[in-house]
């Protein structure tokens, strides 16, 4: 048996590991388990199919976590529950709920009991911020970001209960851990994946560095510190690193040299994040290594090869795997829209990234005769984020919407334009809307750059829709979020419905965002005075409205006031009972029509690009 395996058996067990379910706490809990049975996991779902392993969320179940503990009194304690590491992950106050304020809380438990030996701790690199070159556990902690001030106030925290009631608790400080079970959202995977194609995807700066140490080293480095452990360290941090700095560039060439290719990469200032910077960045591990004689023994390359072949091993990414899915797919339909896509790309990219929505972009091509294609999938081939649809003749944007929502995985969709008249920059704000409970999120154009005619007739248009169906309708258009609750079955329909009438028919908690929609950004409208009558025709047929009846009930009543009167002349009688009889009938077969099961509307997708099974 290797030293690695003796370590573990020298654990004080029972073990718990909270986070089970994560990238850290996966791996530390399957190393451990492979020597131990005494060892028992913590998560919100049990994915792995564990045997020892406690369900529930801490957060909301304390009570629940604190009996857990009462009966299974484990000796050794792992703590990887950590929000805000994510990009999606930007609610502060969820931040200290869970990085701050829970390990206090369970600190407060477990200094009442008498069980614990160790307690570990996990933080993070991040939190020396702006002082990150050979950054050393006595460094002044400088954090650049809400996740890292709450880690730091974590560390602190951990070095007052330490002191103060005399916890058996350690504090190290990973650095950049990749390898088996990471999220496909991150620098190494998004490397290797696109690297299996022999490409890369967009970096944002040669020099931009990291200090990357392979899962099992860090993991291995836990179980040093857990079972050497003694009050003399008790309460510091440790940090869990290579002391290498390896740029970005660098890495680029490692991967391309063990996949067999070479390309020149391109470089995007707008991937840079804003805590990132140009300085070498990289850890000292001296204390570690003289503390726990530990040290990292996975060179970068070899990390590389091994996190590729787990890669092929398990069909990475899954996708059943919820920590790969989308919070969003961001929908657009593309006609004649060559100059704008580029643009529209750049925008949607910066705009999310810097909200951390983590999502993925489906351009449809809705039959356009430019090179909209062509521009679709040269993004692709660059961002494994994009999926492309072509439709094999122009459709409409309707279908365009429902072409996407087919193959949509977010939790929720976006819906909107190809010519930048929906503003990116207000997605995000879409998202906090739905965040906040509501199904259904519109954005109100509550003004507009165009002509004055056209805007009092497009008033005019939203004042019938508002008329004839009995309640008000926004200057809402197609852009607009969608949960999943509800997209997923429209995504069912045979029939491309007019989505923004329907939207409002569905009912759930809806709500409305305003925005200035701005003009065109390139290339001329494809608006038209037939396809704008068209579109005004169609509204109306898709409005649940009781307008039909009411001419019948109107006209009845003529009657009957007209025969008991006798004060209307027969001519005239006959004249207003056709006219109103007349509209009656065009209504109700409007109706009728509107409410009868529509046929399957043939549109057809000719190709696409960057799915599942496709090209």
Excluded at 303 to 309: A, C, D, L, M, P
């Amino acid at each position: 048996m290797n030293m690695k395996h003796e370590i573990i058996k020298k654990i004080k067990g029972p073990i718990l590991i909270l986070g089970a379910n994560g990238f850290i706490g996966s791996n530390l809990n399957s190393l451990i388990r492979s020597e131990r049975h005494d060892c028992w996991g913590m998560g919100r779902e049990n994915k792995f199919a564990l045997d020892n392993f406690f369900t529930g969320n801490v957060l909301e179940d304390f009570d629940g976590l604190k009996r857990f503990i009462q009966k299974l009194r484990p000796q050794t304690i792992f703590n990887c529950i950590s929000y805000g590491n994510r990009p999606q992950q930007i609610d502060q106050v969820k931040m200290m709920d869970t990085n701050v304020l829970f390990p206090q809380k369970l600190l407060n438990f477990l200094k009442e009991e008498s069980f614990l030996s160790c307690f570990v701790q996990l933080g993070s690199s991040s939190e020396y911020g702006e002082a990150t070159q050979n950054a050393e556990e006595t460094e002044t902690l400088l954090p650049n970001s809400p996740y890292a001030l709450s880690k730091k106030l974590c560390y602190q925290s951990m070095k007052y209960y330490a002191q103060a009631y005399d916890l058996p608790i350690l504090y190290p400080r990973l650095f950049s851990v990749y390898g088996p079970g990471e999220d496909e959202y991150r620098l190494m995977p998004q490397l290797l994946l696109r690297a299996q194609d022999k490409k890369l995807p967009a970096l944002a700066s040669p020099q931009i560095s990291r200090d990357f140490v392979y899962i099992e080293d860090a993991c291995t480095a836990l179980i040093h510190m857990s079972t050497e452990f003694n009050k003399d360290i008790s309460g510091e941090a440790f940090n869990i690193c290579s002391g290498q700095a390896t740029t970005l560039a660098e890495l680029a060439e490692l991967v391309q040299t063990e996949f067999g290719f070479q390309q020149s990469i391109v470089w995007d200032q707008n991937q840079k994040r804003s805590w990132d910077h140009q300085r070498p960045w990289f850890g000292n591990p001296q204390k570690t290594i003289a503390q726990f004689s530990w040290r990292p023994s996975t060179p970068l390359l070899e990390g590389i090869r091994k996190s590729r072949q787990w890669m092929q091993d398990n069909s990475f990414p899954s996708r059943s795997s919820t920590s790969t899915t989308p919070e969003i797919s961001i929908i657009v339909a593309v006609y004649k829209d060559e100059g704008n896509i580029e643009e529209l790309y750049r925008r949607i990219v910066q705009e999310q990234e810097k909200a951390g929505i983590l999502f993925e972009l489906i351009l449809v091509d809705d039959g356009s005769p430019d090179q909209s294609w062509e521009t679709i999938q040269k993004l692709a081939q660059q961002d494994s984020r994009i999926k492309g649809v072509r439709h094999s003749n122009n459709f409409g944007s309707q279908a365009a919407f429902l072409s996407g929502m087919k193959i949509a995985r977010g939790q929720a969709v976006v819906l909107m334009d190809g010519d930048l008249q929906d503003p990116p920059q207000v997605i995000p704000l879409f998202v906090k809307k739905w965040k906040e409970g509501f199904a259904v999120v519109a954005g109100d154009r509550t003004s507009r750059e165009e002509f004055f005619f056209i805007t009092f007739l497009r008033n005019l248009f939203y004042r019938c829709l508002t008329f004839f169906g009995f309640r008000h309708f926004p200057h809402a258009g197609d852009f607009s979020l969608i949960d999943k609750i509800l997209y997923k079955k429209l995504a069912t329909l045979q029939y491309p419905y007019f989505w923004r009438t329907l939207r409002r028919e569905l009912g759930f908690k809806q709500a409305l965002v305003s925005y200035h929609r701005p003009a065109r950004y390139r290339g001329k409208t494809n608006n038209s005075w037939g396809s704008n009558l068209y579109w005004f025709a169609w509204g109306l047929q898709s409005i649940d409205s009781k307008i039909p009846e009411y001419f019948f009930l109107l006209s009845s009543f003529i009657s009957i006031i007209s025969l008991a009167t006798r004060e209307i002349s027969l001519p005239i009688f006959f004249l207003i009972e056709l006219s109103c009889f007349q509209l009656w009938w065009l209504l109700r077969l409007s109706y009728r029509l509107m409410r009868k099961e529509r046929q399957p509307f043939p549109f057809v997708v000719e190709s696409t690009c960057n799915i599942e099974g496709k090209d």
